[in-house]
Each structure stands twice: as structure tokens, then as C-alpha cells.
């Protein structure tokens, strides 16, 4: 959660709408919205939405009238809720704001992992940005894309919205793009990084499964943590839940699963395999892009050669870097997993998509997790 983005999302969206008797996400009542329109001339301009009517995907990011202008300060209108998880995906240091909006009278069906159902008329938001000054989050940032999932007759369907240059309103895009993004790194150096705004086909090749596009980062694994609302901690699944985005009544929270921060005080597995299951398990899992690999980073996943340990890699070439096995137990350095996680070569680097920067503490978190495990017979001929 960085930058002041980031920070108007938590002061007018959670904090905001911790309040049982809310009636906006703002923390304003449709009265007030009622008051703002007639001030200024403009029925839209309150807390309450007003989408314009037409075909999905529409063709500006404001005509679905989430949030309150200026548009990136990313502020929710009524009905448009904000959400963290606990593992994010790696996307080249970019923050994110995510939010869903449910249609009027829709509801969540909740499971106590993954597969929540979603309504026909679900919106999924994702919006990307970037800290102009990566010592200091409140030095602001740049908006360059949002990212809308889409529930139409029981699908998901993608739409991807470039921001303009004044960060005004963003374009239905296509085509994908490249971006320049200026910013001063940690080191207090001004550098330039050029950022992939992918197509829609690209969008499938971390959402499909099964030929069906999925949601990735919305499961109950992801969303039980807690959160900060109204100088209050709380639990996120229950903050939901008093906001009756469920069909029905949730389990006791503290005996649901969870994920954990994989740069946190947590162990050092469950960190691992928390960021794991976030970054690779997209594609890395039955049905995923690279199921047919054999290698799973789903979380839950229990048995140590499918996710890697002494496994043999499926198919042999530049991407194993002349080592072994995917996971070589006490041996980072000769394991397939950093060395494709260390790399920007297209033909190597994992994931696939769309980063060309590398996550360095990603790296480090699964070596030092790769190191810590004691070496086992049968790896090597040990």
C-alpha cells in the first residue's frame, strides 16, 4: 500500500466505509450527493453512482462512475468497495487499488478458499500505479492503467484502460502499450523503466483455466487479514461481510485459511510459499498455462516434489540454466526456480508476463527459503 493514492483509497474507501450506518463509500449520505449535484450542475459529481448506460466495455473509464473527481485520486462512489489482499502479485513495483462493485441486489457466494461466485454485472477493478519518488510514498504517483473483469451471462471478460498524460480520464485500449515511467529510485537516482500495458490476449495468459478466464486474487486465502478502518483493526472478511456483500452468514474467520505477508514477520515457508502461490500459481496448477509442466505453486499443495523439490524439469533448454532440478533443496544457486526468477531473457525469466523488472526480494525470499531446506537423498546423489 504505497504513495498518496493509495492513501486517499484507504482514508475514503475503508476507513471510510467502516461505518455500519454508512450510506456511501465516501462517508457521505445520497442527500449530500443530491446537495453536490445541484451545486454544481452535474447529477454525477456526488458520492452516489451514476454509470452511463450502454454496451460493456464502455468506451472511457468515466462513464462507469466509480470514483469522485479528480478521477485518480481514486476515491469509490457508493457501491464501489475497496479490498487488499495479503500476497500481492509482482507487477515491476507497481501499487494497486483494487476495488468490486456488485450489481443492485447482488451478492458474494462465499467458500472457504477459492471459487467465489460472483453475479452477472460484477465489476472487478484493478488500478496500477506508480511512486514518483520511491524514498517517499508521499511524493505522489503516476496512474497508467486500469484493469476491469467483467461478469457478463457467467463469464469473465477483460477490458484495460490507459490513462491520459494529465491523468484526467483513461481509454478503452486494445492493442496493449509501452509506457515510460519516470520516478527516483531508493537510491535517490532519477531513472526511467519502461512499463507493459499488455493486450487483452495477454490478460488470458494468467486468468484462463480450463479455457474459462478466473479471478486470481479474490479467495478467501488472500482476503482473511486484517485491516485498518476508521483508526480501528479489523478483519477484512467481517468488514465485508457488515457491508452484506455475502449471500449468506461467514464461518468464524480465525479458523478460515490465510496467506501471509510474504515480507513479514510470518515464517519463513509460509512466507515463501505465500508469494509462490500469488506469482506462479496462475499458470502452475492443473488447468493453468503450465500445467502440463507438473510443477504447482498453489499454497495448499502439500507434497514436496510438485512444487519443485528434486523435481526434474519437464522439458530441457536454456530456461533450466544447466541445472537439475527445479527446487534443489539447500542449493539456491543450482536450482531452476531463481535462476528463471533472476532473469529478464524472454525465453527464460518466470513469470512470463508482462514484468521487465525483477523482483528482487521476491528472489531473495525463495533463496533463502530454498536454503534453509535440509538437502535430501535422491537430489544430486546425496
Same mark, same amino acid.
Given at each position: ?22 450510506g456511501?463509500?465516501?462517508g ?13 450542475g452535474?447529477?454525477c459529481?456526488?458520492?452516489?453512482r451514476?454509470?452511463v448506460?450502454g ?23 457508493d457501491?464501489?468497495?475497496p479490498?487488499?489482499v495479503?500476497?500481492? &502479485?509482482?507487477s515491476?513495483a ?8 456488485l450489481?443492485e441486489?447482488?451478492k ?12 452477472d454485472g460484477?465489476?472487478?477493478?484493478k488500478t ?5 519518488? $520511491? ?6 504517483a ?16 477483460? *477490458?484495460i ?11 478503452? &485500449?486494445?492493442?496493449?502499450?509501452r ?7 531508493e537510491?535517490g537516482t ?11 490476449? +495477454?490478460? *488470458?495468459?494468467?486468468h484462463?483455466r480450463?479455457?474459462k478466464e478466473?479471478?486470481?486474487g ?8 486484517d485491516?485498518?478502518?476508521?483508526? +480501528? ?6 468488514w465485508l461481510?457488515?457491508k452484506?456483500?455475502f449471500?449468506?452468514p461467514?464461518?468464524?474467520v +480465525? ?26 500459481s496462475h499458470?502452475?496448477?492443473l ?10 505453486f498453489?499454497?495448499?499443495?502439500q507434497?514436496? *516434489? ?16 544447466g ?5 534443489n ?14 532473469s529478464l ?10 514484468? $521487465? ?15 534453509a ?10
Amino acid at each position: 500500500m504505497r504513495g498518496q493514492i493509495w492513501a486517499a483509497v484507504l482514508a475514503m474507501g475503508l476507513a471510510g466505509c467502516g461505518d455500519a450506518a454508512e450510506g456511501t463509500a465516501g462517508g457521505t449520505s445520497e442527500g449530500g450527493a443530491s446537495d453536490t449535484g445541484a451545486t454544481t450542475g452535474d447529477p454525477c459529481a456526488g458520492s452516489t453512482r451514476c454509470p452511463v448506460e450502454g454496451a460493456w466495455p464502455l468506451p472511457k473509464l468515466g462513464d462507469y462512475d466509480f470514483f469522485q473527481r479528480p478521477m485518480r485520486e481514486l476515491v469509490p462512489k457508493d457501491g464501489v468497495v475497496p479490498y487488499t489482499v495479503a500476497a500481492p &502479485l509482482w507487477s515491476d513495483a507497481a501499487g494497486k487499488g483494487r476495488f468490486i462493485v456488485l450489481p443492485e441486489g447482488g451478492k458474494i457466494g462465499f467458500v472457504e478458499g477459492e471459487g467465489w461466485t460472483f453475479p452477472d454485472g460484477t465489476i472487478i477493478i484493478k488500478t496500477f500505479f506508480f511512486d514518483h519518488d $520511491r524514498r517517499d510514498p508521499a511524493a505522489g504517483a503516476r496512474v497508467v492503467e486500469t484493469r476491469l473483469l467483467l461478469r457478463e451471462a457467467g463469464l469473465w471478460k477483460p *477490458a484495460i484502460y490507459l490513462w491520459d498524460e494529465a491523468e484526467e480520464e483513461a481509454t478503452l &485500449l486494445k492493442v496493449g502499450k509501452r509506457v515510460d515511467v519516470d520516478f527516483i529510485d531508493e537510491g535517490g537516482t532519477p531513472r526511467t523503466e519502461e512499463y507493459i500495458v499488455p493486450n487483452l490476449d +495477454q490478460c *488470458a495468459s494468467c486468468h484462463e483455466r480450463d479455457d474459462k478466464e478466473e479471478l486470481l486474487g479474490i479467495l478467501t486465502h488472500q482476503l482473511n487479514m486484517d485491516i485498518e478502518v476508521d483508526g +480501528q483493526t479489523v478483519n477484512q472478511l467481517e468488514w465485508l461481510a457488515s457491508k452484506d456483500m455475502f449471500s449468506g452468514p461467514l464461518p468464524d474467520v +480465525q479458523a478460515l485459511p490465510r496467506f501471509v505477508d510474504p515480507f513479514g514477520p510470518a515464517p519463513l515457508a509460509e512466507r515463501a510459499r505465500s508469494y509462490l502461490h500469488s506469482n506462479c500459481s496462475h499458470c502452475h496448477r492443473l488447468g493453468g498455462g503450465a500445467g502440463k509442466s507438473g510443477l504447482v505453486f498453489l499454497q495448499w499443495e502439500q507434497e514436496p *516434489a510438485k512444487y519443485g523439490v528434486c523435481k526434474v524439469p519437464a522439458a530441457a533448454g536454456p530456461g533450466t540454466g544447466g541445472h537439475s532440478y527445479d527446487i534443489n533443496p539447500g542449493r539456491p544457486d543450482e536450482s531452476i526456480v531463481i535462476f528463471r526468477m533472476n532473469s529478464l531473457d524472454p525465453e527464460i525469466k518466470m513469470p512470463e508476463l508482462p514484468n $521487465r523488472v525483477i523482483d528482487t526480494r521476491g528472489v531473495q525470499l525463495i533463496h533463502d527459503w530454498i536454503a534453509a531446506m535440509p538437502a535430501e537423498p535422491g537430489c544430486d546423489g546425496l
